[in-house]
């Protein structure tokens, strides 16, 4: 079996191109949040009014927020899941070759982002179109989600710019 070698020993240029990748990438997933935060408020209620729509108190009422049509479910879950799942593998992949944690913690950070990933969007679809109580799981899903991509993402950054040795 060929042994592998570990990122702190890769080129110089090649730790250049994975450090900047995972600084673009970082912030794009903060502005994704950052969205977020502005149509939910990370709230579960924010979350059941952004897919469930705003409730009518009367037959005057004109609604804040309508709720999400089947198409566009399907065009978000769509467009969400097969990017983040690319993102999850490409990070995994780049944990790999990371020396911080042991392999059971690379084997956890490689599979859970993937899970969670299908869990919050699969928990949209039932917010939408179950019960507004699955809110809390679209909650805890994701939150596992974006933990996981922080410290995957800090330690490949970490170790592509600061690993002590070079070559």
């Not at 730790?15 to 673009?24: A, E, G, N, P, Q």
């Not at 149509?39 to 705003?54: I, V």
């Not at 859970?112 to 019960?131: D, I, K, M, N, Q």
């Not at 809110?135 to 974006?146: E, F, K, N």
């Amino acid at each position: 079996m060929k042994t592998i070698s570990p990122l702190s020993l890769w080129p110089r240029p090649m730790k250049y191109l994975v450090s900047v990748f995972m600084l673009v990438l970082t912030i794009g997933v903060t502005t994704g949040l950052v969205y977020v935060s502005q149509t939910t408020g990370f709230r579960p209620g924010g979350a059941e009014e952004h897919y469930r729509g705003s409730p009518a108190n009367d037959d005057f009422d004109i609604q804040e927020k309508y709720e999400k049509s089947f198409e566009n479910m399907l065009l978000t879950t769509h467009s969400h899941i097969i990017s983040f799942s690319i993102v999850f593998f490409i990070l995994g992949i780049l944990l790999y070759f990371t020396s911080t944690f042991s392999e059971g913690w690379k084997r956890f950070f490689m599979i859970e982002p993937l899970v969670s990933t299908f869990v919050t969007f699969g928990s949209l679809w039932a917010l939408r179109y179950l019960h507004s109580s699955l809110s809390i799981l679209t909650l805890i899903s994701s939150l596992l989600m974006y933990v996981s991509f922080y410290i995957m993402a800090g330690v490949i950054f970490y170790e592509s710019m600061f690993s002590p040795k070079e070559n």
